[in-house]
């Protein structure tokens, strides 16, 4: 009976210590009076959490003039953020087209160079396996090849396949830039690709480089199938500067790029880059919502002819070709966007995709960093494939 009595008597200094302020654990000394809160105050940081929401200093969008929510780096900033584990590529040191080629002269091209300069002349055949396992393609390799041989270029062997190689390229315009879709519209970007070839990464940089040459920019976050795309999305547009239109995940893809083309005319953006999901080319249903979304521009923008980019991991070489001719056969595409050439040791891709599909590669990531994603210059390509290591230079944009 004593112990039970012990216990009810235990609770009054236990609801004394959860009413008080985390500060206040040392006990008032004896003969002080304790003055009681003021009526209406809150009694604990727990009641005035709601005071410290962060949406609370963000003024609300005007619906009459962005029909979206709009996620503006300009707003004021929450009161905390997460922790962002890669926020250092915001700040990480730009890459060159030198660098990003180091690998790729550092196997594949050391071979072909080897096979092609040998003191007993040219060893053909083994020059024609070194093209096919540097994801130029079995029958590119052996046309490529052939045709070479059949040159007899003055400079040699070398020469040769260097001018063949670069005659895969097609015509490009060197100033090429998104032009805005209608009179006085903005320039329409929809980016599409397949999961994990680092597509919402790609637009990010982007969204930088035009910011950079003084455009205005609207992301449209249309990848509503993968709620991390979104965030993803929102992360990057921070990094960059820019605003970004999004839905709840799960909406429909449609709805948000026709929501960040109105926002784009009434803040007269420059440019509206819209991310896509990532869906399995295989998946036919999924290419006609990419269908879909191109009407739905129409629509919003009759007349547009929206850039459609698409975004290709180059360690995928021949499995990603295949799937950029399924993309090119649903939504005719106008660029090429490859990632990851500093990470494969088979720069070949290039060539097999231009001679493939007759579309121009735009840009090509040589790094992680935000000022990693260059212009494709065809000439400057080839130039240091096929040359010795330069000392490292600036991009430009």
């Known amino acids: 009976m004593a112990f039970w009595r012990r216990r009810r008597e235990e609770p009054q200094p236990a609801e004394a210590e959860t009413s008080a302020e985390p500060e206040a654990t040392v006990e008032p000394e004896p003969g002080l009076p304790i003055e009681p809160a003021p009526p209406g105050e809150p009694q604990s940081l727990v009641e005035s959490e709601p005071q410290l929401s962060p949406t609370a200093a963000i003024p609300p969008v005007d619906p009459a003039v962005d029909p979206a929510v709009i996620d503006d780096p300009a707003a004021p900033s929450p009161a905390y953020a997460p922790f962002d584990p890669t926020a250092f590529l915001a700040v990480a040191p730009a890459h060159t087209l030198d660098q990003g080629l180091e690998k790729t002269r550092g196997t594949f091209m050391t071979q072909l160079r080897g096979y092609l300069g040998g003191a007993d002349g040219p060893a053909w055949d083994e020059v024609e396996e070194t093209l096919i396992a540097g994801d130029v393609g079995a029958t590119l390799a052996i046309d490529l090849v052939e045709r070479a041989r059949r040159r007899h270029h003055p400079e040699g062997a070398e020469a040769a396949i260097r001018d063949e190689l670069a005659a895969l390229l097609v015509d ?185 599909l007759k579309v121009p590669v735009r840009f090509v990531g040589v790094g992680e960093g935000i000022n990693d994603l260059l212009p494709f210059d065809p000439e400057a390509f080839v130039d240091t494939l096929f040359g010795e290591p330069t000392a490292a230079q600036a991009p430009t944009g």
């Open 172 to 356: 490009r315009d060197p100033d090429w830039s998104p032009q805005p879709a209608t009179s006085g519209g903005p320039a329409v970007v929809l980016v599409v690709g397949v999961n994990g070839t680092g597509k919402t990464t790609t637009i990010g940089k982007m969204a930088a480089r035009y910011l950079g040459e003084g455009r205005t920019i609207i992301l449209a976050a249309a990848d509503t199938f993968r709620a991390a795309a979104i965030d993803q999305l929102r992360i990057w547009a921070d990094r960059a500067g820019v605003p970004v239109v999004a839905h709840a995940p799960g909406a429909d893809p449609g709805a948000v790029v026709y929501d960040a083309l109105d926002a784009a005319i009434a803040r007269n953006a420059d440019m509206v880059i819209a991310d896509t999901a990532g869906r399995l080319h295989t998946k036919a249903n999924l290419m006609d919502e990419l269908t879909k979304v191109r009407r739905i521009i129409d629509k919003r923008l009759p007349g547009a002819q929206p850039e459609t980019l698409f975004v290709l991991d180059a360690t995928t070489g021949q499995n990603g070709l295949a799937q950029a001719k399924a993309f090119h056969d649903a939504v005719g595409l106008t660029g090429i966007v490859l990632t990851k050439l500093d990470s494969t040791a088979k720069g070949g891709i290039v060539f097999a995709i231009e001679d493939g």
